[in-house]
C-alpha cells in the first residue's frame, strides 16, 4: 500500500525532515551512533507487535530510514490495516547501522502513534458491527497530524467525517447563539451556496427548524438512546442521521441499535494509547 495515495494531501517529506530536525537539534547530529557506532557498521534490524494491533505507518517508517540512508532495503512484512497478534513481525530493515539507529525513533513513534489509533478505532468498528451504523472520525487531532491521523482511522475501518473547517458548514450551539437560532444560522449557510449542511441537535424540538432550513445531515449530541431512536423515527430518512457525543466502547452498541446512520467518536484520535511496537537491531 503506497503511502502518497493513502495519505492525498500529505506531505511525508517535509514531515520526516520536521521529525527528524526535531531530534538532530541545530548542529544535525545523533551524538550517540557518532561516538559508539563505527561508521561503516551495518545492521539489519526486525520491526514487531508486542501486543495486538492493527497496523499503520510502515510507509512512514519507510521514509524516515531512507531519508537517512537511501540505500537502506526496507520490506513491510504485513500490510497497512491488518490485524495482527502479539509477536507478529512488521517491517525489516538493513542498511547503515549509524543511520537507521538515528532515525529509529521518529519511525517507532510514528507507527506506535498510528498503529494505535487503527488499533483502538477498530475495536469501536467491531463492537457496531451488523448494525448498519458507520464510524467516523472527528477534528479531535493532534495540530499538524490531522491527516496522518485520519489515515489511520481508516486503517481500522472508520470513515472520515470533515477533514477541516472548508470541506462542509458544521452548525454548532455557538453558532446558533450568534446567528440567533437554529433555522437562521441554517438559511445563511444555504443562501451562502454551502452544499454540505451538517447541524448540531441537541433537542428534538430542533430537527424540523434544521431540516425545514436546509440541513443535510444531521448530528443528534448527547442524546440517549430512547430519545435518538425518537429523533431517527422523527428524521424519517429525510437526512442521514449522526449520534455523537461522550461515546465509549461500552455504551456504543445501543447508540448504533437506534438506527442512526453514522456515529461520530473522538476518542479514537483523541485518547487512542500508543501500540507497543518495537525494533531490535540484529548483525548482518
Same mark, same amino acid.
Given at each position: ?19 527528524? !530536525? =526535531? ?17 561503516? !557498521? ?19 517508517? &519507510?521514509?524516515?530510514? /531512507? ?23 512488521? *517491517? ?7 543511520? *537507521? ?34 464510524? *467516523?472520525?472527528?477534528? %479531535? ?6 491527516? *496522518? ?8 475501518? &472508520? ?12 452548525? %454548532? ?10 433555522? =437562521? ?56 442521521? =449522526? ?6 466502547? =461500552? ?15 473522538? /476518542? ?17
Amino acid at each position: 500500500m503506497s503511502a502518497d495515495s493513502e495519505i492525498a494531501g500529505f506531505d511525508i517529506g517535509a514531515f520526516v525532515s520536521a521529525t527528524l !530536525a =526535531e531530534d538532530l537539534g541545530p548542529d544535525g547530529r545523533d551524538v550517540t551512533s557518532e561516538s559508539v557506532i563505527p561508521a561503516d !557498521a551495518r545492521f539489519t534490524g526486525v520491526m514487531d507487535a508486542r501486543h495486538t494491533i492493527v497496523v499503520a505507518g510502515l510507509p512512514i517508517a &519507510a521514509a524516515f530510514f /531512507r531519508a537517512l540512508d537511501p540505500g537502506c532495503e526496507v520490506e513491510p512484512l504485513v500490510e497497512e490495516g491488518a490485524h495482527i497478534g502479539a509477536g507478529t513481525d512488521i *517491517l525489516r530493515v538493513s542498511g547503515k547501522a549509524r543511520a *537507521l539507529l538515528t532515525a529509529e525513533r521518529s519511525a517507532l513513534n510514528t507507527v506506535q502513534h498510528l498503529s494505535g489509533i487503527a488499533s483502538l478505532t477498530r475495536q469501536y468498528v467491531a463492537a457496531i458491527a451488523g448494525t448498519g451504523a458507520v464510524l *467516523l472520525d472527528t477534528r %479531535k487531532t493532534i495540530p499538524g497530524l490531522r491527516l *496522518l491521523e485520519k489515515y489511520a482511522t481508516r486503517m481500522g475501518g &472508520a470513515q472520515n467525517h470533515r477533514m477541516g473547517l472548508w470541506d462542509a458548514a458544521m452548525i %454548532k450551539d455557538n453558532h446558533v447563539a450568534v446567528a440567533g437560532d437554529i433555522g =437562521e444560522a441554517v438559511r445563511r449557510a444555504v443562501a451562502a451556496g454551502v452544499t454540505r449542511i451538517i447541524v448540531e441537535v441537541d433537542r428534538i424540538d430542533q430537527i424540523e427548524p434544521a431540516l425545514a432550513g436546509g440541513a443535510t445531515h444531521l448530528l443528534l449530541d448527547n442524546m440517549p438512546p430512547p430519545i435518538l431512536r425518537g429523533a431517527v423515527t422523527l428524521v424519517g430518512g429525510r437526512v442521514p442521521c =449522526e449520534a455523537s457525543g461522550g461515546l465509549t466502547l =461500552e455504551t456504543i452498541r445501543a447508540i448504533a441499535d437506534t438506527g442512526v446512520d453514522f456515529i461520530s467518536v473522538g /476518542r479514537i484520535t483523541q485518547s487512542a494509547p500508543a501500540a507497543d511496537i518495537g525494533l531490535d537491531f540484529l548483525a548482518a
